[in-house]
DNA sequence: TACATTTGCTAACGGTGTTAGGAAATTATA
DNA sequence: TATAATTTCCTAACACCGTTAGCAAATGTA
């Protein structure tokens, strides 16, 4: 159900409906709607610490397990997208849907450009621009959204370091 | 408005209210209520924009321009939390207002024992265990959650390409 | 003045989360 | 077994939402 129409269509009428029980039934279970999508939630951290867990369990070096840990991470997200969007606060509508928008167009010139210039200073064949604009993006976005979900008001500095260390371990790799 | 109540609880009705105008006039300049939301969206982009241009004239070289850039880019989403929501579909309802999941925990320990082996391997004292995991974790959920909102079907094996890229820069700036 | 166009409204439709209050069925008690 | 207590479940409503049809008043035009 939620796979085909997302989150934003389910209702608690349309759960009563499936359930073949009356609306209220359900707020006898569960005090709201929210309370509904965490308890889902809890059950999509639950599937991913196992995912985990056992990738983890191939490895032994630090390395290969967190290898393969982020691959475990990466195909959750692939396999349980609905879950994935539940767990992180994904989904709301957004502009994206206009691709081509022209300040993102400046925004990803901005970042390619310096991304090249550095890649040509240092001669580093190997490196794809294409594929370091993305990296990129990912990290500077992964900071911020987290951030945002955990609206953690304190550690605000220690953010700012998160984001100092991703960035100079961008540069640095992109220099060797 | 949003500020006070977020993006969930900003209805048509709402606005009519505020500029003194019934529903139907809204419906005259505007599609739809997406089509408001994409429209203040854009706004956001041209903003970022605007703020990454001045920063990247303030240097010269490309890797402080990538520095000053992401600066940029961290600094308006603080400040302009609201539309970095808006901008890149966060703000659904989600588990994370329960902080102490126990799973969210397991997670956490499994990524943060292996970096912290990693760092002991190889001795590299300067890196801090907390900041790593978060550079970590930062990487990951970027990376997922743009893919996620760019509904790219295609460029799924860039994307993996992406993420080993990203995973084995972390790792090698771990190792030394 | 008479017509045409723009402008703005009221009122409705079907949907949403949520809750009050009351039947019916079950269980416990005498 | 008959009555009381409790659980189970539903109908109906409230207040809100996005969206639209249809109409009145104001404005511009001939």
Redo the contacts with the bound molecule.
């Keep these: 159900m939620v796979k085909d129409e997302g989150w934003q269509?389910?209702?608690?009428?349309?759960i009563a409906d499936a359930i073949?029980?009356?609306?209220?039934?359900i707020?006898?279970h569960f005090e709201?709607?929210?309370a509904i999508l965490m308890e889902i939630g809890k059950e999509g951290f639950k599937s991913l610490a196992k995912k985990m867990q056992q990738a983890k369990a191939k490895s032994t070096d630090p390395a290969g397990q967190l290898r393969v840990m982020a691959d475990a991470y990466w195909h959750f997200a692939q396999k349980n997208k609905e879950y994935y969007q539940l767990m992180f606060g994904l989904g709301m509508p957004c502009c994206d849907v206009e691709k081509n928008l022209p300040e993102k167009m400046t925004v990803r010139s901005l970042f390619m450009d310096s991304i090249n210039e550095l890649i040509a200073k240092h001669q580093t064949p190997n490196a794809n621009l294409c594929l370091k604009y993305h990296t990129l993006c990912s990290i500077l976005h992964g900071l911020i959204s987290i951030r945002m979900l955990s609206n953690s008001d304190a550690s605000d500095t220690l953010n700012k370091l998160v984001l100092d260390d991703a960035i100079n371990g961008f540069i640095k790799n992109l220099e060797s």
Tied chains: 1, 2.
């Design positions: 269509s389910l209702s608690i009428r349309k073949e029980y009356s609306v209220p039934v707020y006898d709201n709607k929210e």
